[in-house]
């Protein structure tokens, strides 16, 4: 359905290379599963960097398929952003009219409209799809009810695509949108969703650190507990680029840990800013500065510590920083990518940087890795029953416990499409309102 091709793509930002699959014709998927047309519709006023970067204008001259046929969802924030943008929208033909374009009733959404943004680019490039909006705020519980109403009969989606993750998606299995999406798949479903924009290793933008605990000693910041080693001499990673979220995973089944973890921040004199301790129900903690008017960000120069409990097993971590970037001291890692976006039956899109100048993607043209697309691999430790992936209690990297997935799936060119009411604004840092809802800007895959 999609022409790709492996490419060697470089870093922008690093000399090495590493090998993505790369979209060399988009081959639009609502586009080539349609049917051909006879019908002159509406033109979008849309530029269209990726549809002419990924040669999907191209698609739809050549093989007259635009996508009638096939109902293409979207999952974002809203539909429209509370000014009119979405009727501005349709005045000019950047999105049709109902019956094509409908939301399901009462899942509008209401924020800052990068649902229709993203409606926009689908409606460029299939303009016969059907197209349908439900909002992704609400939790992920909601979520997951969204993706079954858009899979049901009453809005029958062959392709559901979503440009978000939650902060609260257990990184290790799979978590309550991945179990809705494995329903989907099971019934033929396509389901694409954004790989983030958090930062890779190869373009030295990781602010990721994953691994198995290493007992670095008792804690030198609290009374007791064992501190995590994140390199050798190294008992805390430093801030390199500011953040407000900073978390810690470990790999205790999500929902009923054992192991008891707590993750502490603090300035370049280990001084306590924040810190997040004791039992909370999942495998996880977080820290989030935003609520301090002061302070409303973890700066460069702080630290981040996480403290095992003495007598909690060690188990294998993933620390954090959702925006923010780690020391090379540190050691950070590979493995931006995890949640729904890193599920085994998700089509995981990174993104590559557009040519310059704009042209179509090809076998000779060198492809850049985007400097802050997310990069995998996805370890796991649970199969989708929560049963622990053979052998049982193998939680350890280094014993080579758990598998690993080769996420993402895919890269595309992060092209940022504009309507005339300006729809696809970036949110700031690229969080909205919702505390676990974290939103990449329109256009990065």
Known sequence: MIACLPRRARSRQAGSSTVVLTFLTLLPLAALLGTATAQAPSVSPLAGEGDRAHRADWVR???NVKGAGVTVCVLSDSIDNGNGALAE?????ALPPEPQLTAVLGEEGSATGEGAAMLEIIHKIAPDAKLVFATARGGTDHVAANIRTLVSPTYGCQIIVDDIF????????DGAISIAINEAAAKGVLVISAAGNYGNYAAGTSGTWEGDFVDGGPSPITTSGIAHRFAPGKLYATLTQATSLIAVYWNDEWSSPTSNYALFVTDANNAVIAYQAGRTG?????????????RPKFLPGDRIWVIKGARSPARYLRISTLGGQIDAD???TEGSVFGHSAASNVLSVGAVDLPSPLAAYSRDREI?????TADGKRRIFYKADKSPIP?????LKGTNGGSSLLKPDLAAGAANSRNT?????DVADHEVAEPDLVQFPVGLP
């Open 89 to 93: 929208a349709r005045r000019v033909h």
């Open 391 to 395: 052998p049982p209690g193998n939680l």
């Open 368 to 372: 850049v890795v985007n400097s802050r």
């Open 61 to 63: 001259d050549a093989y």
């Open 421 to 425: 009411a300006d729809l696809a604004q």
């Open 282 to 294: 999942f495998a996880y903690q977080y820290v989030d500065a935003s609520a301090d008017l002061a």
């Open 166 to 173: 939650f902060r609260d998606e257990p990184p290790f299995q």
């Open 330 to 332: 540190a050691r950070p």
